[in-house]
């Protein structure tokens, strides 16, 4: 499979008096080029809890922080899907700044859950076609 | 009225690479209080959103920022009601700090509305007698 | 002058439990376009805090909240400077939505300050000149 | 070792549009639970950068997602050291609600770090011996 990589730049919101992004903030870049790969591939998170009552949910992360990054910075953030079950994924993000310096590396994995109940429930069929 | 009072401390995640807190993070610091002002009446929201289908929402803020606040330090975020009216109410929200320094001062303006439609309603009658 | 627009795309982290974009994360937008609209000048806000010692800071907003944004809408932030003083600027910013209806309105006044000492200071020369 | 314990309330800030607390924002609540730990110790964050030039980094967290927790839940957020090393420290964390459901297990790695150049540095020697 390929990876995807999504763009963006580091404003004062995410960053904290240390000076540098906060760390809980890096979780959010890495949903944010979840989403836009999930878009790439004509899948609209909304849409999709409102057609299948389906969400994705993050069942666990394991992220090592590399290096800070910094505002002004210009982060790419990668997405790389190791492996698509029928309710579950799992992928590797990682975040590089623009002197292509590794920022953050990260395990992801994803769950498909029913949006009212939270239980789980199998990826739908296109989506499950769309992704794997 | 009264002025209810509600303290909470300043952590990374509230500031910024300024060594101060974020802009719009006092927004959260105003939304806590208002969240407790109404529970020390008995209100929870979650349980407002689900027994009534209404939640309250900003319509409008006008908020001056008189003096940064910084990590560590600890606030007090008042609540002062100026109007309530059948389906909306105003609020005065001061902030200040340890040394009893004026951080920042908001007027604030809340509708009610029905969850679904976002249409304005009237507040329910059992917290409308609760807070006005 | 010309009004500036700087589009994004709202994400999960932008949302809260209401369906919507919460309230205080508006300002993030508003910010993003401020800075944007620097750097389309040539001005990088970490390097003008390293060669000049300046930031700037928000000294009052006033902010009309008109409807609400959803998950996966796309957004348009307008800046729109109405004048430009010796230490201080004020704008008026907007938010649409993809349907072009009004988000937020907002009227943001800003001031330069020392970056260690937090008291007020002239915009440096060669910024008054860009941003006038 | 005793394990130190911390509660907050968990308001809309928090919540996303899936009704839930944002996985990301998890960390921002164990990162609180960190700093209450120190303060408990006479430890202050801010205090520190400014007598020895030292910040506390997270440099990896392993986190699973065990039950979602919603607005309004009072949350209890745990400190249990494993470990204090020369310049590092690791810990476990788990937060629970009020209905002792687990909602989140971590672990966390602490690096110490020169707070200007993010280079590794002992920990203080005061602090040293307050957490070890």
């Keep these: 499979m390929t990876t995807f990589h999504w763009q963006l730049n580091v404003y004062y919101e995410d960053t904290d008096a240390g000076g540098v992004v906060y760390y809980a903030n890096y979780l959010k870049f890495l949903e944010r080029a979840r989403t836009e790969w999930l878009r790439s591939k004509g899948i609209n ?6 057609d299948y009552g389906a969400i994705f949910a993050v069942r666990s992360v394991s992220i090592d922080y590399k ?6 910075d210009q982060l790419s953030v990668s997405v790389e899907v190791l492996e698509v079950r029928r309710a579950s994924l799992s ?4 975040i590089v700044n623009n002197n292509d ?4 590396n990260a395990a992801v994995n994803i769950v ?14 296109t989506i499950y076609e769309a992704i794997k």
Tied chains: 1, 2, 3, 4.
Excluded at 67 to 72: G, I, M, R, S, T
Excluded at 91 to 94: A, D, I, P, S, V
Excluded at 101 to 104: D, K, W, Y
Excluded at 112 to 125: G, T, V
């Design 45 to 50: 998170q909304y849409q999709v809890s409102k």
């Design 67 to 72: 290096k800070p990054a910094q505002l002004d």
């Design 91 to 94: 992928m590797e993000q990682n």
């Design 101 to 104: 310096e590794l920022i953050v």
């Design 112 to 125: 498909c859950l029913h949006d009212e109940s939270f239980s789980p429930r199998p990826i739908p069929q």
